[in-house]
């Protein structure tokens, strides 16, 4: 089946630092997302990304579709004590059911 | 409030013990998809239902089973509870055509403990 590697399982940050978390995938997608899940909360989407290359931003949130299409990346500017939170990337291709990463758990020090 | 809505939120079984997890979407979505979460390894899926009508398995299906009732509803069925089966369980619903995917939204889950 469809693996996604998502690194790293943590990190840990000063608030206002810049946080780069990435997910690697064994087969081609034709979309990623990206999720976050708040203590006791069912995952909320941050962003969708639906070709190659698609750069797209939400707030401090900036997410890229790799152009392999075996990829993608989420960004997070300048962070604040609320951004602590678990990120999930997700993806699929065709009809298949959405496939997620392990997870990465931010922890953000004021 | 649209979205997806899951019941219960918490529940206590004792071994062999059945129960069944309900979750309805109101945002007209095709498909509906039940995961569960555990401690370091994501989210994985159980079952899925592409549309009403059909069922099929997904990574994780043993001692599981499902009902797609209707459109809006998708139930997950524990016939005879396990220790092993202790997870959070989410359902999610999409919106799926021929050309994309839209709106993957999840329930706010519900917490199962079997003792």
């Known amino acids: 089946g469809q693996q996604l590697n998502q690194s790293p399982q943590s990190m840990f940050i000063q608030e206002g630092e810049d946080v780069s978390m990435n997910c690697t995938s064994s087969?081609?997608?034709?979309?990623w997302l990206w999720y976050k899940q708040d203590p006791g909360e069912g995952p909320v989407l941050l962003i969708a990304l639906y070709k190659a290359g698609e750069l797209t931003s939400n707030g401090r949130l900036t997410a890229q579709f790799g152009i392999t299409r075996k990829d993608s990346f989420l960004n997070i500017s300048a962070s604040i004590p609320s951004d602590v939170g678990i990120y999930f990337c997700?993806?699929?291709?065709?009809?298949?059911?959405?496939?997620f990463g392990k997870g990465t758990r931010l922890s953000v020090i004021a | 409030n649209a979205g997806v809505t899951q019941t219960p939120k918490f529940q206590v079984l004792k071994t062999g013990q059945s129960m069944t997890l309900q979750c309805a979407q109101d945002?007209?979505?095709?498909?509906m998809y039940w995961y569960r979460q555990d401690p370091g390894m994501g989210l994985r899926l159980i079952y899925y239902?592409?549309?009403?009508?059909?069922?099929d398995k997904g990574e994780v299906p043993n001692g599981y089973n499902v009902s797609r009732l209707n459109k809006r509803e998708f139930s997950l069925r524990l016939e005879s509870a396990a220790p092993s089966q202790t997870s959070v369980y989410f359902c999610?619903?999409?919106?799926?055509?021929?050309?994309?995917?839209?709106?993957?939204?999840f329930g706010s889950g519900t917490r199962l403990t079997v003792v």
């Open positions: 997700a993806g699929h291709s065709g009809n298949t059911p959405l496939v």
């Open positions: 239902s592409a549309s009403e009508g059909t069922t």
């Open positions: 999610a619903s999409i919106y799926r055509s021929a050309r994309a995917v839209r709106g993957y939204t």
């Open positions: 087969s081609i997608f034709n979309t």
């Open positions: 945002m007209n979505h095709n498909s």
